[in-house]
């Protein structure tokens, strides 16, 4: 077994509750961890049976930047579902990070995490 990490992506994107966070939009950074049996790959030491991490990362630009959502919870669900469902894998889990959160209080960022198993367990 093997984990591909690909960390701190980052993007503009339009998610929020409030009309401002949907007009003027805002930063998400996302993280990926994907676990999935190396050796399928590593025999041959080629992409064809690995996942290939640019297309990884292509599939969470669309998600981020083409679509809208009221919850990060919501797009991180979606995140994994697609990354799941696109890769043969055992199991994908989706750091996302919001940095600027329309609440009265000093911080860095509002994060949330989700867990998929893929379609290989």
């Not at 929020?16 to 966070?21: A, F, I």
């Not at 676990?35 to 590593?42: G, H, I, Q, T, V």
């Not at 990362?57 to 995140?79: G, N, P, S």
């Amino acid at each position: 077994m093997g984990i591909l990490t690909v960390k701190n992506l980052v993007f503009y994107g339009y998610h929020g509750v409030q009309d401002y966070e949907k007009e003027l939009g805002g930063r998400f950074e996302v993280d990926v961890k994907i676990n999935y049996p190396f050796m399928r790959c590593s025999t041959d030491d080629t992409l064809h049976e690995a996942v290939d991490y640019q297309q990884v990362y292509a599939v969470v630009k669309d998600m981020v930047t083409t679509r809208k959502y009221h919850l990060i919870e919501t797009l991180a669900d979606h995140i994994a579902d697609a990354l799941a469902e696109q890769f043969d894998v055992d199991e994908v889990t989706i750091v996302l990070r919001k940095r600027k959160v329309p609440i009265n209080a000093v911080l860095d960022y509002v994060q949330v995490e989700v867990t998929r198993q893929g379609t290989n367990q």
